[in-house]
Nanobody
Framework: HVQLVESGGGSVQAGGSLSLSCTSS??????MAWFRQAPGAEREGVAR?????????????HYADSVKGRFTISKDNAKNTLYLQMNSLKTEDTAVYYC????WGQGTQVTVS
C-alpha cells in the first residue's frame, strides 16, 4: 500500500521558519513536489525535485517565484523522506501543504500570523 505521510506543519509568526517532511513507503518515482492550497484558492505548486538517480535531471529543483530564496526542497533517499525547509515565512504562505508524486499526501496545515 503506497502512501505519502506529511508532518511538520504548525503555527509560526511572520519571519519564522518551519520544516515539513514527507515520508513515502518506498515509492519509486522520478519527481516529487510540494503543493499548497490556501482557503478559497486553487492548489498551486511550490517546489519540485527530481529524485531518480538514473535520470539526467537528478537533483534538479524548481520553485514558484513566490518562494524562491526562502524555501528549499530536498530528498533523503536513504530515509525515503522529502523535505521542505521554509524560512522568512509570510502570512501569505498560510495554506495546507501537500506532498505529491502521482499520488497525494493528506496535507499538513501551515499558519503564519
Amino acid at each position: 500500500h503506497v502512501q505519502l505521510v506529511e508532518s511538520g506543519g504548525g503555527s509560526v509568526q511572520a519571519g519564522g521558519s518551519l520544516s515539513l517532511s514527507c515520508t513515502s513507503s518506498g515509492y519509486e518515482t522520478t519527481c516529487m513536489a510540494w503543493f499548497r492550497q490556501a482557503p478559497g484558492a486553487e492548489r498551486e505548486g511550490v517546489a519540485r525535485i527530481y529524485v531518480d538517480s538514473s535520470n539526467s535531471y537528478y537533483g534538479t529543483t524548481h520553485y514558484a517565484d513566490s518562494v524562491k530564496g526562502r524555501f528549499t526542497i530536498s530528498k533523503d533517499n536513504a530515509k525515503n523522506t522529502l523535505y521542505l525547509q521554509m524560512n522568512s515565512l509570510k502570512t501569505e504562505d498560510t495554506a495546507v501543504y501537500y506532498c505529491a508524486t502521482s499520488i497525494w499526501g493528506q496535507g499538513t496545515q501551515v499558519t503564519v500570523s
